[in-house]
């Protein structure tokens, strides 16, 4: 199993219209992407700045090439993403998983 870890930040006052509109976008995507397994999303405030990272896990690399385009190390952003995002980070992370 492979998860895929993307980080953005919005302002404070935007957490919660984020979060609503990355349920529509990003996440709606991910789950109908072939071997996505699953979806979390952390959150975190921090002072005026709030963090989200999106922690999705996959069967392989190349479902994550089937989300993510062949140059699946880049991140991907939508549209609307530039009316909350304070900036946008170039790359994810990817990491093989295991659970016992």
């Known amino acids: 199993m492979i998860t ?3 980080h953005g930040t919005t302002a404070a006052l935007d957490a919660d219209a984020y979060l ?3 349920q529509q976008s990003g996440i ?3 789950k109908n992407t072939p071997g996505n397994l699953g979806v979390q999303v952390l959150r975190r405030l921090a002072g ?3 963090h989200f990272w ?3 896990r996959w069967d392989s690399y190349e479902s994550i ?3 993510a385009g062949p140059d699946y190390d880049k991140a991907r ?3 609307e993403d530039a009316r909350y995002l304070l900036e946008f980070e170039p790359t994810v992370l990817h990491c093989e998983t295991f659970e016992f």
Do not use: G, N, S
Request: aromatic share 28%.
């Open 28 to 30: 709606a995507d991910y």
């Open 48 to 50: 005026d700045v709030c």
């Open 20 to 22: 609503e509109y990355l």
């Open 77 to 79: 952003y939508y549209p």
């Open 4 to 6: 895929r870890i993307w």
């Open 54 to 56: 999106t922690v999705t």
């Open 65 to 67: 090439r089937q989300f």
